[in-house]
């Protein structure tokens, strides 16, 4: 039986979309009033009523369209939610995207996560990702899942834990705020105003400038955050880097605070990339090295093509897999320059 959009469903749109009551004209010259109407010319004003009056006639196409796609038993919620994604990205897109195919695949998580992806739009002439559209799918994807069935799990027994893949690729580099369409203007009388009312208006502080955008961490940031959130691992890297047979006296830097080491040229190429393997700590920790690569380059293969080999999955494989492979890199330079008789 097919669906209809619910209440709690044009409560969503309604708050998403916007109310315009004066037409305002788009960069494509069309006109955009009341709650995301469209017209080919600017045409009169809209009250609320008006306005949901046309929002229910847009949202007919959009409910067939749901309803002629979804091969799975879906609930009123999730069919709800679906109807607001798909008038936000447009039917085309909605056929082909991976929220439709993981919703009739029956797999309610992952059709919801993938909505996470549409957040970007290029209505400013670049496309970028939006704040608007990442709150809106946040609330999408709420709904989709609020009458799922789902187990509780107390958080003394199932402790959170970082997804690295997400940390690295879900966070934006920077988002900007929706661009407005110019409002159509209004025919302006200036009111008659008698000299006896004229009083001296305090001057108005000029508006606080636009807080600047969000950045990302680099990426060499964000590979020395989860190498921090392995404490064993990090402490074992950083003191394999020197000795105390590295450090050559007459070079030494001296400070109140501190006291870092200078080497020449020639001792610092004759020991890069090298160990001291004269104690069984160092064998141990290339080993560690070597384990904690592997783990790392298996995870990143697995994020790649466990979960249907998608672009996001690859990317975030890909940036998992580097990692692990350079640290098993070296490692194995590790054991190779070991001195032969500490090979033997």
């Given amino acids: 039986m097919p669906h209809a959009i619910s209440d709690n469903g044009l409560a969503l749109i309604r708050e998403y979309e916007g ?5 305002a004209q788009m960069p494509n010259g ?13 045409g ?35 069919f709800d939610a679906l109807v607001s994604f798909a008038f936000s ?19 309610a998580i992952a059709a919801a996560c993938a909505m996470d992806a549409w957040r970007k739009s290029d209505a400013s002439g670049e496309l970028e990702i939006i704040d608007a559209l990442i709150r809106r799918r946040a609330a999408e994807k709420a709904l989709y899942l609020k009458d799922g069935a789902y187990t509780a799990a107390p958080s003394a027994l199932v402790r959170a834990k970082i997804d690295h893949a997400v940390a690295i690729l879900g966070a934006p580099l920077k988002y900007a705020a929706p661009p407005m ?19 001296e208006l305090e001057p108005v502080a000029e508006p606080e400038a636009a807080p600047a955008p969000l950045v990302k961490p680099s990426d060499a940031e964000i590979i020395t955050a989860v190498l921090r959130s392995e404490p064993q691992t990090e402490a074992l890297l950083l003191t394999q880097i020197a000795t105390e047979e590295d450090i050559i006296a007459e070079e030494e830097i001296v400070t109140a605070h501190a006291k870092p080491v200078a080497r020449s040229v020639e001792a610092a190429s004759a020991k890069s990339f090298r160990m001291s393997a004269g104690k069984p700590i160092d064998v141990i ?22 979960g249907g080999a998608n672009a996001v999955d690859v990317m975030a494989g890909t940036a998992l897999a580097i990692p692990g492979l350079a640290a098993i890199t070296l490692a ?11 090979r033997a």
């Fill in 30 to 42: 069309a006109w955009v009033v009341g709650y995301g109407h469209v017209r080919a010319e600017a």
């Fill in 89 to 107: 990205v447009g039917a085309d897109a909605f056929a082909r995207s991976d929220v439709l195919r993981r919703t009739n695949a029956g797999d």
């Fill in 285 to 306: 920790g290339l080993g560690a090295l070597s384990l904690f690569g592997a783990g790392l380059a298996g995870l990143g293969v697995w994020t790649m093509f466990g």
């Fill in 44 to 78: 009169d004003d809209v009250n609320e009523a008006a306005a949901a009056v046309l929002l229910a006639q847009d949202l007919a196409a959009t409910e067939r369209v749901v309803n002629e796609r979804i091969t799975a038993d879906i609930t009123q919620s999730q």
């Fill in 181 to 199: 369409p110019k409002v159509r203007a209004k025919k302006f009388e200036a009111p008659v105003v008698e000299v006896a009312a004229i009083v």
């Fill in 19 to 23: 109310f315009r009551e004066t037409p």
């Fill in 332 to 342: 194995a330079l590790g054991f190779i320059r070991r001195p032969a008789t500490q």
